[in-house]
């Protein structure tokens, strides 16, 4: 019964909102774009990267923690190129995920500068009527200037794709907090 009274106490400090004088800015709102990479191993198909535009919005519940929604909007259909030179184009659907970040590290590099390590995990979904529910692990460096504007560079994996293998992404853009 303790140790439930004790996960209970530190659930709530966690999760409850800490905007402290030092971060009063405790949302952030990024824009960028994804290149996902999947099945680049197969020996038979070439897949082609898929782009898509990324809108981040997330809310700082505390020093380290922050929930997050994203919004992928596919710019390109998915496409393999079979070993025949033959280009297999399938459309792909936009996805909505929800998922929670933690900031590893925080390093002022300059005066008002921050470089900064987060790593996250999210359950994503696709925007169909038969959308797919899945995992998505992801991690990112970002430059936070004067506490207002960002810019992030990351990757992510999922098994995200049809025939279940893993898929990688590469996020980059920009972010103003607020």
Do not use: C
């Not at 996960?7 to 009063?24: E, V």
Request: net charge negative.
């Amino acid at each position: 019964m303790k140790t439930l009274t004790v996960l209970t106490i530190l659930l709530i400090y966690i999760l409850q909102p800490q905007t402290s004088k030092a971060n009063p800015k405790p949302w952030e709102v990024s824009f960028g774009n994804t290149q996902v990479f999947s099945g680049w191993y197969n020996e038979d198909i070439s897949y082609v990267p898929t782009s898509s535009s990324t809108l981040i919005l997330s809310y700082k519940i505390s020093d380290h923690f922050a929930l997050w929604t994203i919004g992928n909007i596919p710019l390109s259909p998915n496409q393999e190129v079979t070993e025949d030179g033959i280009v297999v184009r399938n459309i792909t659907p936009p996805t909505l995920m929800l998922g929670v970040s933690y900031e590893l590290i925080a390093i002022e590099i300059y005066e008002k500068t921050i470089l900064g390590l987060d790593i996250g995990a999210s359950i994503g979904r696709e925007l169909t009527l038969d959308g797919r529910i899945f995992p998505i692990g992801a991690s990112r460096i970002k430059v936070v200037v004067d506490n207002s504007n960002s810019a992030y560079l990351g990757l992510t994996t999922s098994p995200y794709n049809a025939d279940g293998d893993l898929v990688f992404g590469l996020v980059y853009g920009v972010g103003m907090r607020f």
